[in-house]
């Protein structure tokens, strides 16, 4: 158990919709990352949060925006949902903001478009 | 083409028996570069982290070892186990950037 949470595990939608998918990071990480996991890809970063504040941004769709909280929990959404965003989605989090911090990876939540 | 490159896609093994995973990377410079096991639909576990400056860096049954020169590393699993089935992934990190940038993956499996 790496101490990261995500929430839902399983979420199954349809096309056009919207999903909000959570992190809780470990306690005292500052640093929360997200990334997508498509069936045929490997691991791509999508967006990372240091203490609120967005430290740097990868492959990620004008439709997905992130967010961090005053608490340090993250929330990644969804927009506009197409058949391809289909995927799990990982959230990991570090102690601090750099490279050097081993990043912690969550459990993923497993979204479902149809 | 891919930034980290891995080798083999895929490996069947005993149990028991050794094997050695590669990965080219082209990312220059950069300030560390990293390998995890991920278990099918779990979240990817650390094994080794390796500044450019370090050869290698041993975990248990697990050494990675780095030449910057070539621009390659490897993953060396001794003795494997049924539990070391799962994808191996090198991750290279681009110097002063903390976005990491994945490799596809080794998926490994440990037959008895």
């Known amino acids: 158990d790496s101490g990261v949470t995500q929430t839902p595990k399983h979420l199954i939608t349809a096309t056009g919709q919207r999903v909000t998918l959570r992190c809780s990071p470990r306690?005292?990480?500052?640093?929360v990352y997200w990334y997508q996991q498509s069936l045929d890809q490997g691991l791509q970063f999508l967006i990372q949060?240091?203490?609120?504040?967005?430290?740097a941004k990868g492959n990620i769709l004008e439709r997905f925006s992130a967010q961090q909280f005053p608490d340090l929990h993250s929330e990644l959404n969804l927009s506009s949902l197409e058949l391809g965003d289909s995927a799990l989605y990982f959230c990991?989090?570090?102690?601090?903001?750099?490279?050097?911090?081993?990043?912690?990876f969550g459990p993923g939540t497993r979204l479902t478009v149809t | 083409k891919n930034q980290v490159e891995q080798s083999p896609q895929s490996l069947i093994i005993l149990e028991g028996k050794n094997c050695t995973l590669q990965c080219n990377y082209t990312v220059s410079p950069f300030s560390n570069l990293r390998w995890y096991k991920q278990d099918t639909g779990r979240g990817p576990v650390s094994l080794t982290i390796m500044t450019f400056s370090e050869n290698t860096k041993s975990n248990g049954r697990y050494t990675a070892t780095l030449d910057a020169d070539t621009k390659q590393s490897s993953l060396h699993i001794t003795a494997s186990q049924l539990s070391d089935s799962a994808s191996y992934i090198c991750v290279v990190i681009p110097h002063n950037t903390d976005k990491l940038i994945f490799g596809t993956g080794t998926r490994l499996q440990v037959f008895p």
């Open positions: 949060y240091y203490n609120g504040e967005e430290r």
């Open positions: 990991a989090s570090s102690a601090g903001g750099g490279q050097t911090y081993e990043q912690y």
């Open positions: 306690s005292g990480d500052l640093s």
